[in-house]
Structure formats: structure tokens, C-alpha cells
T-cell receptor
Framework: RKEVEQDPGPFNVPEGATVAFNCTYSNSASQSFFWYRQDCRKEPKLLMSVYSSGNEDGRFTAQLNRASQYISLLIRDSKLSDSATYLCVVNGAGGSYIPTFGRGTSLIVHP | NAGVTQTPKFQVLKTGQSMTLQCAQDMNHNSMYWYRQDPGMGLRLIYYSASEGTTDKGEVPNGYNVSRLNKREFSLRLESAAPSQTSVYFC?????????????FGDGTRLSIL
């Protein structure tokens, strides 16, 4: 089993839709969690950290489920500009404090 | 506010040539990382430096060497480039390894080995 797994998609949704991605991790001792956004041929950029109690930033909501070992990202009222690849990052996934990246989930928002 | 700066942005090499990719950060971060990104493979860690004076292998270190020159700079060297090393290389830094601190990335070096 891979340490951090994501559905590669693509998720193809219309503008205004709500879409959710999950990311599972294998090491129950993992310490911290993040969602990054990567546009085509660009560097990954931090979207948001994921806190145990869940957190929200505008249209984006991140959740952590330690019991089932996954994190989620919910995007409400999708915009065309949300089209990108979303990477989840887990610190401690491999038993160390090295960040481990999922392969990313592709989102395409169409008019 | 430059953040993480990588040079060069593009490079074409012939098999067997050597080169060094440069990375510098101005955020006073302790930890620095080198990744490669290939289609369908995601980001894979090559080497990292938890703090000045230390370096460690990541997931795919073969064919590479690194130098943590000082707190700001972390370079990646290809001694004898191979076509399999054609990739996009990203440098990243974080305040400290092992804490709830995210990484900040440079905008990448696109490297082609012919």
C-alpha cells in the first residue's frame, strides 16, 4: 500500500458545483497534513493546512479523520480558476518527519 | 520577497555531462529539500537537509549529490547526466523539519537530457 494515496481523477465539474477529494495515509503516527495546489507546469503552492478539528478558508474546507486515516478537501461554488491539481501532503507518513506527497487529484471546472 | 529561487529555469544537457542546480531561500528556513516530478509519478524526494551542515537521502538519490553550502543555499549536482534524469526539479524549504510547518517551493528547473 502506498503511503499517501489520492484518486488521480480528473474530476470534471460545472461552475458552481461542490466537489470533494479524499487522501488516505498509511502511517497512523503521521503528524501534520496539508493541501497544496499545483497549476500546470508550475510549482506547488500551499492551499491550506489541515487541523484535527477541521478548518475552513473561504470556499475551501479541510477535514482530518484520524480513525480512518484520511484527509479531505471540499470546494464549494467551484470557479473556473479552481482548475488545477490538488496534492495532499502528510508529514510522518513513512515513519519519519519527511513530507510525503500524494500524486495529486486533477480538477477541471467547466462553464 | 523572493522566497525560494532556483537557477537555471531551463537546461538541456547531453548524456554524460555534469551540472549543478542552484537553490537559495531568503526566509531563514532551517530545512531544505530537492524533489523531482515526472508525469504520473508525483513529487519524489531526492535529498533533504534538515539543518545547515546535514544532508540525507530521500526516495530517489541515485545519480545525484547535494551540498548545503550555508543556511540559505542547497545545491543539487548531477555528475554524469542520464536520459532518465530528464524531469522537472523543485527545491523547497521549511522553517523546520518535523513540525507543522509547510514547505515553500521554487518555481522549478526543467531539465532535458539528450
Amino acid at each position: 500500500r502506498k503511503e499517501v494515496e489520492q484518486d488521480p481523477g480528473p474530476f470534471n465539474v460545472p461552475e458552481g458545483a461542490t466537489v470533494a477529494f479524499n487522501c488516505t495515509y498509511s502511517n497512523s503516527a503521521s503528524q501534520s497534513f496539508f493541501w497544496y495546489r499545483q497549476d500546470c507546469r508550475k510549482e506547488p503552492k500551499l492551499l491550506m493546512s489541515v487541523y484535527s478539528s477541521g478548518n475552513e478558508d473561504g470556499r475551501f474546507t479541510a477535514q482530518l479523520n484520524r480513525a480512518s486515516q484520511y484527509i479531505s478537501l471540499l470546494i464549494r461554488d467551484s470557479k473556473l480558476s479552481d482548475s488545477a491539481t490538488y496534492l495532499c501532503v502528510v508529514n510522518g507518513a513513512g515513519g519519519s518527519y519527511i513530507p510525503t506527497f500524494g500524486r495529486g487529484t486533477s480538477l477541471i471546472v467547466h462553464p | 520577497n523572493a522566497g525560494v529561487t532556483q537557477t537555471p529555469k531551463f537546461q538541456v544537457l547531453k548524456t554524460g555531462q555534469s551540472m549543478t542546480l542552484q537553490c537559495a531561500q531568503d526566509m531563514n528556513h532551517n530545512s531544505m529539500y530537492w524533489y523531482r516530478q515526472d508525469p504520473g509519478m508525483g513529487l519524489r524526494l531526492i535529498y533533504y537537509s534538515a539543518s545547515e551542515g546535514t544532508t540525507d537521502k530521500g526516495e530517489v538519490p541515485n545519480g545525484y549529490n547535494v551540498s548545503r553550502l550555508n543556511k540559505r543555499e542547497f545545491s543539487l549536482r548531477l555528475e554524469s547526466a542520464a536520459p532518465s534524469q530528464t524531469s522537472v526539479y523543485f527545491c523547497a524549504s521549511s522553517r523546520r523539519q518535523g513540525t507543522n510547518q509547510p514547505q515553500h517551493f521554487g518555481d522549478g528547473t526543467r531539465l532535458s537530457i539528450l
